[in-house]
């Protein structure tokens, strides 16, 4: 620990309080370490509030190493992490691909991946066909090394940056939890994309128009005529 640092408690008591103080020190051009003598800040001790304030500051953000780049990367992600599931590599087939993440698409936790440089692009894209192009996310790339990068965004920005400006290295993805239909993403076009991805994922037309209708909190007729109209 550098000489002259400060030691400050921080734990669920106190948290809300102390994170405006915390940010205000780092904008004066102080550093602010998290630690603990158990578990792993922002994921089983407190630290998300402070890794989100940070973020929305505009201030840097980054992660010692830790036991795996699952955790690194949630704690960074400024993601919920009270609940979440890993999920490893997804399928390489397009198909397998989208059939798994149709099935994710109501996951409640925030979600986990690795995926390879040479099929992220493809992977962003079929998560955010298949989970909502807004769907909050993270792309970690090289974690605790000398070319970290975060990239934060919707589905959709993460899907056409990975493909204008490909990662390289070890990328872990982080997306957000699903957290119930919205009516203003219940759109013909939203509805129409959402069946003919679960039908190319080899679903029958019939069920995943309910599953879509399911999806989007409303009537299977108002899915059937947006397919009719797309059709």
């Known amino acids: 620990m550098a000489t002259g640092a400060q030691v400050t408690s921080y734990f669920e008591a106190n948290e809300a309080g102390r994170t405006e103080t915390l940010i205000e020190q780092l904008y004066d051009g ?10 792993m800040p922002s994921v089983s001790d407190p630290g998300f509030r402070l890794v989100r304030a940070a973020i929305d500051a505009g201030i840097a953000v980054t992660c010692a190493p830790g036991a795996s780049a699952v955790t690194t990367a949630l704690a960074l992600s400024g993601m919920p992490c009270d609940r979440f599931c890993f999920e490893g590599f997804a399928p390489r087939k397009d198909g397998e691909r989208r059939r798994l993440f149709g099935e994710l698409a109501e996951e409640k936790r925030t979600m986990v991946f690795f995926e390879s440089p040479r099929r992220v692009a493809d992977t962003l894209q079929a998560m955010s066909e298949t989970f909502g192009a807004d769907r909050p ?4 790339r090289e974690l605790t090394k000398t070319h970290e990068e975060i990239r934060r965004g919707t589905l959709a920005e993460l899907a056409a940056g990975a493909e204008s400006d490909p990662p ?21 076009e939203a509805m129409a994309a959402a069946v003919a991805a679960l039908e190319e ?13 399911t999806r989007f909190g409303v009537p ?6 947006a397919v009719l109209k797309a059709d």
């Open 168 to 188: 390289r290295g070890e990328i872990t993805l982080v997306i957000s939890g699903w957290t119930g239909p919205d009516a203003s993403e219940a759109t013909p």
């Open 137 to 140: 996310a993270a792309l970690c």
């Open 201 to 213: 994922a080899g679903t029958d037309r019939k069920t995943a128009m309910k599953e879509t209708a």
């Open 220 to 225: 299977k007729r108002v899915v059937y005529d």
């Open 30 to 39: 102080k550093r602010v370490a998290v630690i603990t003598d158990g578990g």
